[in-house]
C-alpha cells in the first residue's frame, strides 16, 4: 500500500517530508517517505516508486509523469 500526498510547491513537501519522518520515528512505522518531484535524482527514483510508502510530490511533477 502506498499514499500520494500533493502539495503546491517543493518546499511545502521539503516542511512535511519532516513531519512525516517524526511520525514514522515515534510510531515505529517504517513509511519511508521520500519526496518525487523534477528536483530528484534519476538515480535515486527507482528506489523511491519500489520502497516508499508514502510518497510526497507536487501537481508539476504529476502531470510531467502523466503527459
Do not use: F, V, W
Request: no cysteine.
Amino acid at each position: 500500500m502506498r499514499a500520494l500526498y500533493l502539495y503546491p510547491t517543493k518546499a511545502l513537501s521539503n516542511d512535511q517530508l519532516a513531519t512525516h519522518e517524526e511520525m514514522a520515528r515515534l510510531t515505529g512505522i517504517g513509511a519511508r517517505a521520500a519526496i518525487y518531484d523534477g528536483d530528484t535524482p534519476q538515480s535515486k527514483r527507482s528506489a523511491i516508486r519500489e520502497h516508499s510508502r508514502i510518497i510526497l510530490s507536487n501537481p508539476h511533477e504529476l502531470h510531467r509523469l502523466l503527459s
